[in-house]
């Protein structure tokens, strides 16, 4: 019998610099850690129907790497771009080439932040955005991802 992940849909979920150190960071992103956030993703995955690949990478490369990669493995992506959201065409362009919804999120609200973190390269290209819901809004991202991507009768 196959495996049932193998006919859900996959959602990968890419976090960008410095993301492996929250819970530690300054404390607008909260007491929550990445690996805490990737469980309660893994846990509502299971409710929803889809599969989720997390990966997290300080490096530019990496993340262009893996958005290529969804190209034809994966449903959905969402993406929280971190310190590349105003600084990366080059990672935009690897997301705005995709067939499926990609969802931008951010831990913060950026436009309530300092002036150069309101620009977004990815916010005209994505199919939604998350934004000010803490670590919360990886879930509401996966949710919508869900929503987009789960066959309904």
């Given at each position: 019998?196959?495996?049932?992940s193998?006919?859900?849909?996959?959602?990968?979920?890419?976090?960008?610099?410095?993301?492996?150190?929250?819970?530690?960071?300054?404390?607008?992103?909260?007491?929550?850690?990445?690996?805490?956030?990737?469980?309660?993703?893994?846990?509502?995955?299971?409710?929803?129907?889809?599969?989720?690949?997390?990966?997290?990478?300080?490096?530019?490369?990496?993340?262009?790497?893996?958005?290529?990669?969804?190209?034809?493995?994966?449903?959905?992506?969402?993406?929280?771009?971190?310190?590349?959201?105003?600084?990366?065409?080059?990672?935009?362009?690897?997301?705005?080439?995709?067939?499926?919804?990609?969802?931008?999120?951010?831990i913060?609200?950026?436009?309530?932040?300092?002036?150069?973190?309101?620009?977004?390269?990815?916010?005209?290209?994505?199919?939604?955005?998350?934004?000010?819901?803490?670590?919360?809004?990886?879930v509401?991202?996966?949710?919508?991802?869900?929503?987009?991507?789960?066959?309904?009768?």
């Open positions: 019998m196959a495996d049932s193998s006919i859900r849909p996959r959602i990968l979920v890419l976090n960008g610099p410095n993301l492996n150190y929250l819970g530690r960071r300054e404390p607008i992103y909260g007491t929550v850690t990445l690996d805490e956030v990737e469980a309660s993703m893994h846990e509502a995955a299971e409710r929803l129907g889809v599969t989720v690949d997390f990966r997290q990478s300080n490096s530019e490369g990496v993340l262009i790497d893996a958005a290529q990669e969804a190209m034809d493995n994966f449903e959905a992506v969402i993406l929280n771009p971190a310190g590349f959201t105003s600084t990366s065409i080059a990672l935009r362009d690897s997301m705005s080439m995709l067939p499926v919804p990609v969802i931008e999120i951010h913060t609200n950026i436009h309530a932040r300092e002036t150069w973190r309101h620009m977004s390269y990815f916010s005209t290209m994505a199919t939604a955005i998350v934004m000010g819901a803490g670590t919360h809004g990886y509401l991202a996966l949710e919508h991802a869900a929503y987009l991507t789960v066959p309904r009768p």
